[in-house]
């Protein structure tokens, strides 16, 4: 492919995603399902004015999209939130993960799923989208006890889900016919390298934070950070996501202006998401569609009930009222790039699986981001009424 090709093909993904936020606050469609569409629409399957060299080629960009997406997570693990919500974070969290993996895992598996196949999904349907979840606790203007919960259950729930993910990998790998004793070992280290890495690079970084001025210089060590994790990481062959969300919670924890570099990679995040989402999009096999329409239905349905069931049983563990843990549940509906993010590291290592791996995600993605917004909606305004209620 030319270079000019490259080009114009980026800078035209750039323009018509800007383009398409706009017409998502419009509509009120959000804009993660009008990327996606707009790159299966426009990728290689259908009309091909992405070029397929960019789509096969586009690692690089989705690699520090997602490192950004990981290193923002790990920084919203503040030790001020985990003192004051951190029973309740821990409770609803470890409960959901649990509930939503095995539920989703047995009731894909029983659909008739491949086995390797339904514990993968299992583990993906772990995620929840926070970028999409934020978006609706800011236009909310809730700043309660709630809505603070939720923020912090978003972030833990992703770091629980890298973490099962990782282990999924690991037994995937034995189902589908991998040593044992080497898929053990490779797994372990994806895992325990990915924190030694982000520990090495996020504690140098908590010390530069406090010593490096506001604005640009800032912005590039940030940047560089972020940059640095993902190279590191995909060079030892560990999770960058993992990588990621431990080098932020090291900077966040430690650093001395913990919240500089955070603000700054939110500035710039967006451009890489975009690109991460159209061509994410973009590999979408339309053909794929018959074949998963059981499996997509069964995931839907049962990574609901899981997050109603999760959010109960995290509830009566701390002493919380029914009604709030169902709530809770319901908040976590979306799902978004961390989940894509997993599907496709997962797909580059078990190629069989690929295709019906990155369709379910995809239209599971793009159902839940359509409706999971409306289920965070509807607990923050009900939570909001029944304290009003209690209070008044």
Same mark, same amino acid.
């Given at each position: 492919?030319?270079?000019?090709?490259?080009?114009?093909?980026?800078?035209?993904?750039?323009?018509?995603?800007?383009?398409?936020?706009?017409?998502?606050?419009?509509?009120?469609?959000?804009?993660?399902?009008?990327?996606?569409?707009?790159?299966?629409?426009?990728?290689?399957?259908?009309?091909?004015?992405?070029?397929?060299?960019?789509?096969?080629?586009?690692?690089?960009?989705?690699?520090?999209?997602?490192?950004?997406?990981?290193?923002?997570?790990?920084?919203?693990?503040?030790?001020?939130?985990?003192?004051?919500?951190?029973?309740?974070?821990?409770?609803?969290?470890?409960?959901?993960?649990?509930?939503?993996? #095995?539920? #989703?895992?047995?009731?894909?598996?029983?659909?008739?799923?491949?086995?390797?196949?339904?514990?993968?999904?299992?583990?993906?349907?772990?995620?929840?989208?926070?970028?999409?979840?934020?978006?609706?606790?800011?236009?909310?203007?809730?700043?309660?006890?709630?809505?603070?919960?939720?923020?912090?259950?978003?972030?833990?729930?992703?770091?629980?889900?890298?973490?099962?993910?990782?282990?999924?990998?690991?037994?995937?790998?034995?189902?589908?016919?991998?040593?044992?004793?080497?898929?053990?070992?490779?797994?372990?280290?994806?895992?325990?390298?990915?924190?030694?890495?982000?520990?090495?690079?996020?504690?140098?970084?908590?010390?530069?934070?406090?010593?490096?001025?506001?604005?640009?210089?800032?912005?590039?060590?940030?940047?560089?950070?972020?940059?640095?994790?993902?190279?590191?990481?995909?060079?030892?062959?560990?999770?960058?996501?993992?990588?990621?969300?431990?080098?932020?919670?090291?900077?966040?924890?430690?650093?001395?202006?913990?919240?500089?570099?955070?603000?700054?990679?939110?500035?710039?995040?967006?451009?890489?998401?975009?690109?991460?989402?159209?061509?994410?999009?973009?590999?979408?096999?339309?053909?794929?569609?018959?074949?998963?329409?059981?499996?997509?239905?069964?995931?839907?349905?049962?990574?609901?009930?899981?997050?109603?069931?999760?959010?109960?049983?995290?509830?009566?563990?701390?002493?919380?009222?029914?009604?709030?843990?169902?709530?809770?549940?319901?908040?976590?509906?979306?799902?978004?790039?961390?989940?894509?993010?997993?599907?496709?590291?997962?797909?580059?290592?078990?190629?069989?699986?690929?295709?019906?791996?990155?369709?379910?995600?995809?239209?599971?993605?793009?159902?839940?981001?359509?409706?999971?917004?409306?289920?965070?909606?509807?607990?923050?305004?009900?939570?909001?009424?029944?304290?009003?209620?209690?209070?008044?």
């Amino acid at each position: 492919m030319d270079d000019w090709v490259m080009l114009v093909a980026l800078g035209s993904i750039l323009l018509c995603g800007l383009a398409l936020d706009a017409v998502g606050r419009i509509v009120h469609v959000p804009r993660v399902t009008l990327l996606m569409i707009m790159g299966a629409v426009a990728g290689p399957p259908l009309f091909g004015r992405i070029p397929e060299e960019l789509v096969d080629n586009s690692g690089v960009f989705s690699d520090v999209a997602l490192t950004m997406v990981a290193f923002l997570l790990g920084g919203s693990l503040r030790p001020e939130d985990m003192k004051k919500h951190g029973r309740e974070i821990f409770s609803y969290s470890i409960s959901i993960v649990i509930v939503s993996a #095995v539920f #989703v895992t047995v009731a894909l598996w029983a659909l008739g799923a491949d086995p390797a196949l339904a514990l993968l999904l299992g583990a993906i349907s772990v995620a929840t989208a926070p970028a999409a979840t934020m978006d609706v606790i800011r236009q909310s203007g809730n700043t309660g006890h709630f809505a603070k919960t939720i923020r912090g259950i978003v972030a833990i729930d992703d770091v629980w889900g890298i973490l099962l993910f990782s282990a999924s990998m690991v037994i995937a790998g034995v189902l589908i016919g991998v040593d044992f004793g080497a898929s053990m070992v490779n797994g372990l280290w994806e895992i325990f390298g990915a924190i030694l890495i982000g520990i090495s690079i996020g504690f140098p970084a908590s010390y530069l934070t406090g010593r490096v001025k506001a604005g640009e210089p800032t912005l590039v060590e940030a940047v560089g950070v972020v940059v640095l994790c993902c190279g590191v990481a995909s060079a030892l062959d560990v999770s960058f996501l993992l990588t990621g969300i431990t080098c932020g919670a090291v900077i966040v924890n430690f650093a001395l202006h913990h919240e500089r570099p955070f603000h700054e990679i939110e500035r710039i995040e967006w451009p890489f998401m975009l690109l991460f989402f159209v061509l994410a999009g973009a590999s979408f096999e339309a053909g794929n569609l018959s074949m998963v329409w059981s499996t997509v239905i069964g995931f839907v349905v049962f990574r609901v009930a899981a997050r109603f069931v999760g959010g109960l049983i995290g509830a009566v563990a701390i002493g919380k009222t029914v009604h709030e843990g169902l709530l809770t549940g319901l908040a976590l509906s979306p799902q978004a790039g961390v989940s894509i993010g997993m599907a496709l590291v997962a797909a580059d290592q078990f190629p069989s699986l690929a295709e019906p791996l990155i369709a379910i995600v995809m239209i599971t993605t793009i159902i839940f981001e359509l409706v999971g917004p409306f289920g965070t909606q509807f607990a923050l305004s009900r939570q909001v009424t029944t304290a009003t209620g209690a209070s008044g």
